[in-house]
């Protein structure tokens, strides 16, 4: 994923929300929710648990595309972009 220095993920989730940086606050909900799995979770939570660990991972995909600059990253940085770049495949 990250072919820079590599980041320090925070021990928890408050501790990722105070530091106010969205990578680290996703980092730790992708460690966070992929930990519910190891606890054996129930049948009726997997599928919604699993659908949103996908999305957390294309954020972080995201993120990490536009540190790099290679396409997607000046998309990610107008405001409204999100969105369509979604509707179109992009994200």
Not at 8 to 17: E, H, K, L, N
Not at 36 to 64: N, Q
Request: charged content about 30%.
């Amino acid at each position: 994923m990250t072919r820079g220095k590599p980041r320090a993920i925070p021990r928890t989730i408050r501790s990722a929300a105070a530091s106010g940086s969205q990578v680290e606050l996703l980092l730790a909900l992708r460690d966070g929710l992929a930990g519910e799995f190891d606890e054996a979770v129930p049948a009726r939570d997997l599928a919604a648990l699993t659908k949103r660990l996908m999305e957390i991972v294309r954020e972080i995909e995201a993120v990490d595309a536009a540190g790099r600059g290679d396409g997607i990253g000046g998309c990610r940085r107008r405001r409204g972009c999100v969105m369509a770049c979604r509707l179109g495949g992009l994200l």
